[in-house]
Each structure stands twice: as C-alpha cells, then as structure tokens.
C-alpha cells in the first residue's frame, strides 16, 4: 500500500484520505501483512491530524 502524503493531490482531502487509508490496512492486516509505502522526507501522519500546506 502506499501512504497518501501530496496536499498537491489530496489539498484538504488528505487528512480524511490518511484516516480512510490506515483503516484500510488495519482491516487487511487482520488477514495478512501489509507493507505501506511512504514518502521518506515526511513523518507518517495520524489520522485527524491536519495536513501540512504545500511547501513553496
């Protein structure tokens, strides 16, 4: 699975779209492992937590 991290694709969408991520792999993670890719420069996000603007 990848983590969704762009406020360019998800803008203010991308808080739910981490919260409706990290449900998805809890529930895939009750039948088999889930490997989550994620952008290296930023920290993984909670869901709920805002997201971060876009960097200038």
């Known amino acids: 699975m ?7 694709i998800w803008g203010s969408l991308l808080s739910k779209i981490q919260a409706d991520i990290a449900k998805l792999a809890k529930e895939v993670a009750k039948y088999e492992p889930v490997i989550m890719c994620a952008e290296a420069r930023r920290p993984p996000r909670r869901p709920g937590r805002p997201a971060d603007p876009p960097s200038r």
């Open 2 to 8: 990848a983590w969704p991290s762009s406020y360019t």
